[in-house]
T-cell receptor
């Protein structure tokens, strides 16, 4: 069962416009969410995170929104740049009393930013 | 801070051979994780260490897989009697808390 889902395998946007990447989850016990960016042949690079007690977190061009009632989060990139072209993964921390911190990842969304 | 390092970056082996990968976490990070990523999927959790203690193993980690973290520093992941289905990217991550994990570049395993 896929507890974290990224339903859009790919997204293409024009340079300078907004990129919106979406992620849905099923487990209400998840209490911390992260976005990672991955280039081919490299490991995931941490971008931004959000705790379940917040609904928004912003860091420069990147903003993550969390809607707990809908079990949905999104990553906004404004303005998008060609260097943002990569695979983006949404991940959730399983939380709980015995919090091991293991992450559960979505399948990823490939973002292409066209010059 | 040199980040998480993994060696080798690439490994090609024949089916039935044993392979071992190494992960050096960010210094002073007491938590270390192994994940596996196959094409078109996100990373999947394999196992977790806090210091030298292995505290959780995924059901994905069959008895052919073993991981160690002696002295709570670097970690090794060994796969015995490799199978073609073991071909994947093996990722290591470390953290000092239970939140943000920092990943290494991964080891790409190809089993022929």
């Amino acid at each position: 069962d896929q507890q974290v889902k990224q339903n859009s395998p790919s997204l293409s946007v024009q340079e300078g416009r907004i990129s919106i990447l979406n992620c849905d989850y099923t487990n209400s016990m998840f209490d911390y969410f992260l976005w990672y960016k991955k280039y081919p042949a490299e490991g995931p690079t941490f971008l931004i995170s959000i705790s379940s007690i917040k609904d928004k977190n912003e860091d420069g061009r990147f903003t993550v929104f969390l809607n707990k009632s809908a079990k949905h989060l999104s990553l906004h990139i404004v303005p998008s740049q060609p260097g943002d072209s990569a695979v983006y993964f949404c991940a959730a921390n399983a939380g709980g009393s015995s919090n091991t911190g293991k992450l559960i990842f979505g399948q990823g969304t490939t973002l292409q930013v066209k010059p | 801070d040199t980040g998480v390092s993994q060696n080798p970056r690439h490994k090609i082996t024949k089916r039935g051979q044993n392979v071992t990968f190494r992960c050096d976490p960010i210094s002073e990070h007491n938590r270390l994780y192994w994940y596996r990523q196959t094409l078109g999927q996100g990373p999947e959790f394999l196992t977790y260490f806090q210091n030298e203690a292995q505290l959780e193993k995924s059901r994905l980690l069959s008895d052919r897989f073993s991981a160690e973290r002696p002295k709570g520093s670097f970690s090794t992941l060994e796969i015995q009697r490799t199978e073609q289905g073991d071909s994947a990217m093996y990722l290591c991550a470390s953290t000092s808390g239970a939140d943000t994990q920092y990943f290494g570049p991964g080891t790409r395993l190809t089993v022929l």
